[in-house]
Antibody, heavy 120, light 111 residues
Framework: QVQLQESGPGLVKASQTLSLTCTVS??????????WAWIRQHAERGLEYLGY???????YYTPSLRSRLSISVDTSKNQFSLKLSSVTAADTAVYFC????????????WGQGTLVTVSS | QSALTQPASVSGSPGQSVTISCTGT?????????VSWYQQHPGKAPKLVIF???HRPSGVSNRFSGSNSGNTASLTISGLQAEDEADYFC???????????FGGGTHLTVL
């Protein structure tokens, strides 16, 4: 059974960098059928796709965050990570990591999510 | 403002069927057969219930079905059960520059 688990600080100061790691168990992050994605959810609002990383290190970032976002992969630890720089209150959200299917363009499974609050 | 439009809420009685719509454009739903639907209970992670418009993942009840027509995709839940009460989100591939877009979510109430 594939499981994903997010970890990282729950509180980040404005203008600093938000860093999260997703640890994958039950599947190799080096498989070619999947990519590894970050999605966030603001309170009482919908889901926002942030980007993904492939095991090779190739990435995609949503255009609105491209200048602040970095996603990387560590195949030796079966982990992938997100860094979002220059955060503001608008970046306060629950951050989910998820496995994306290359041929299905869908996300399954998801991590449980972690709330990150940006404080002033 | 989400790229895909869903009704804020729908409701139905146990045993009934409900359909949740998801309206996009020719840049996403109208062109690509990569619509997926997710169920999210309060405080939980979203769970995939439909992918590629009509396909159900292993383990998902056959009470869940998907379809599309033009720029609109739909999720139908038949034989409503109390456990189906949740938020439902649609998602569509939207080309290589945007990749995917989500709907704003629909809250399903089982009366």
């Amino acid at each position: 059974q594939v499981q994903l688990q997010e970890s990282g600080p729950g509180l980040v100061k404005a203008s600093q960098t938000l860093s999260l790691t997703c640890t994958v168990s039950g599947d190799s992050i080096s498989g070619s059928d999947y990519y590894w994605a970050w999605i966030r959810q603001h309170a009482e609002r919908g889901l926002e796709y942030l980007g993904y990383v492939y095991y090779s290190g190739s990435t995609y970032y949503t255009p609105s965050l491209r200048s602040r976002l970095s996603i990387s992969v560590d195949t030796s630890k079966n982990q992938f990570s997100l860094k979002l720089s220059s955060v503001t209150a608008a970046d306060t959200a629950v951050y989910f990591c998820a496995r994306g299917g290359r041929t299905t363009v869908s996300f399954d499974p998801w991590g449980q999510g972690t709330l990150v609050t940006v404080s002033s | 403002q989400s790229a895909l439009t869903q009704p804020a809420s729908v409701s139905g009685s146990p045993g009934q069927s409900v359909t949740i719509s998801c309206t996009g454009t020719s840049s996403n739903i109208g062109t690509y057969s990569y619509v997926s639907w997710y169920q999210q209970h309060p405080g939980k992670a979203p769970k995939l219930v439909i992918f590629q418009v009509t396909h159900r993942p292993s383990g998902v009840s056959n009470r869940f079905s998907g379809s599309n027509s033009g720029n609109t995709a739909s999720l139908t839940i038949s034989g409503l059960q109390a456990e189906d009460e949740a938020d439902y989100f649609c998602c569509s591939y939207s080309g290589s520059s945007t990749y995917v877009v989500f709907g704003g979510g629909t809250h399903l109430t089982v009366l």
